[in-house]
């Protein structure tokens, strides 16, 4: 198993900055891919950004693409998402998730952090 936890969000104004970040335990030695998602309330759960942890290459949906920043530390246990200029439609709950090398999709998941941009 592979546990995720995120951290850093919270209330900014539009234009603001946060970063988010997501701490990786467990047998995280069976993990590629880590993405962030995004859900607001009543919507689907997008992704908005993703990392190759073998690679590094990196895919950022149009909507955050030149505003987000997708990275890891040098353990690649730890995912953040510098989050500029941000918007209101930017308001969701975001979280990490991680794939297993076994399996199609991402199957590990975090409990997920609110992120809620003002006008």
């Known amino acids: 198993q592979v546990q995720l936890v995120e951290s850093g969000g919270g209330l900014v104004q539009a234009g603001g900055s946060l970063r988010l970040s997501c701490s990786a335990s467990?047998?995280?030695?069976?993990?590629?891919?880590m993405a962030w998602f995004r859900q607001a309330p009543g919507k689907n759960r997008d992704k908005i950004a993703a990392?190759?942890?073998?690679?590094?290459?990196?895919y950022y949906a149009d909507s955050v693409k030149g505003r987000f920043t997708i990275s890891l530390d040098n353990a690649k246990t730890t995912m953040y998402l510098q989050m500029n200029n941000l918007k209101p439609d930017d308001t969701a709950v975001y979280y990490c998730?991680?794939?297993?090398?076994?399996?199609?999709?991402?199957?590990?998941w975090g409990q997920g952090t609110q992120v809620t941009v003002s006008s």
């Open positions: 998730a991680a794939d297993d090398i076994a399996a199609a999709d991402y199957t590990y």
């Open positions: 467990g047998r995280t030695f069976i993990t590629n891919a």
């Open positions: 990392i190759s942890r073998t690679t590094g290459i990196t």
